[in-house]
T-cell receptor, first 112, second 114 residues
Framework: GQSLEQPSEVTAVEGAIVQINCTYQ??????LSWYQQHDGGAPTFLSY????GLEETGRFSSFLSRSDSYGYLLLQELQMKDSASYFC?????????????FGPGTRLSVLP | EPEVTQTPSHQVTQMGQEVILRCVPI?????FYWYRQILGQKVEFLVS????????KSEIFDDQFSVERPDGSNFTLKIRSTKLEDSAMYFC????????????FGQGTRLTVV
């Protein structure tokens, strides 16, 4: 079956660095994405890793190790507006679609 | 900035009734998707659509569900006979092409079945 695991909650203070881990067990693997979702809002794309290594986009970085079936999202210089849920999502098929399998989400609370 | 739009934002319906959720994907996108999110839970894939046909569907997407692209801009999800457990936020998403790794999500339709 398909399963992704993430911590359910993470708390950090403004200006800090936080890492949200994701481990996955899927029938296929064609990439790992990260999405941010504020309460009541739509998921918003943050980053994608198709190959091993680190991808950096401003304050956010994402890492993938395919041999370990593991990835993480690193958020630096945390701001209050970063308080949201963060989902990792695996693309498990190389077909015409983006039928990503989403993880359960990690709720990040940023404290002043 | 182009965006995916969904209507209505909130729909309340009685159990057993049919509902149609509407979406206007980004105009130059070719791949369309429906996801749902039960309150407090993860986002779940329902169906993907390309070239006027379903390309992939999940176990959730049973015979009660159907999708349609009735014209050049709209993409709809129909639930034939709603059940209480269909209550959820339904998100439409679109992406530009097969190699595109980013899906753009609409703001969602909150469906409440009573």
């Amino acid at each position: 079956g398909q399963s992704l695991e993430q911590p359910s909650e993470v708390t950090a203070v403004e200006g800090a660095i936080v890492q949200i881990n994701c481990t996955y067990q899927t029938s296929g693997f064609y990439g790992l994405s990260w999405y941010q979702q504020h309460d009541g809002g739509a998921p918003t794309f943050l980053s994608y890793n198709g190959l091993d290594g680190l991808e950096e986009t401003g304050r956010f970085s994402s890492f993938l190790s395919r041999s370990d079936s593991y990835g993480y999202l690193l958020l630096q210089e945390l701001q209050m507006k970063d308080s949201a849920s963060y989902f990792c999502a695996v693309r498990d098929k190389d077909n015409y679609g983006q039928n990503f399998v989403f993880g359960p989400g990690t709720r990040l609370s940023v404290l002043p | 900035e182009p965006e995916v739009t969904q209507t209505p934002s909130h729909q309340v319906t009685q159990m057993g009734q049919e509902v149609i959720l509407r979406c206007v994907p980004i105009s130059n996108h070719l791949y369309f998707y429906w996801y749902r999110q039960i309150l407090g839970q993860k986002v779940e894939f329902l169906v993907s659509f390309y070239n006027n046909e379903i390309s992939e569907k999940s176990e959730i997407f049973d015979d009660q569900f159907s999708v349609e692209r009735p014209d050049g801009s709209n993409f709809t999800l129909k639930i034939r006979s709603t059940k209480l457990e269909d209550s959820a936020m339904y998100f439409c998403a679109s992406s530009e092409d097969r190699s595109n790794t980013e899906a753009f999500f609409g703001q969602g339709t909150r469906l409440t079945v009573v």
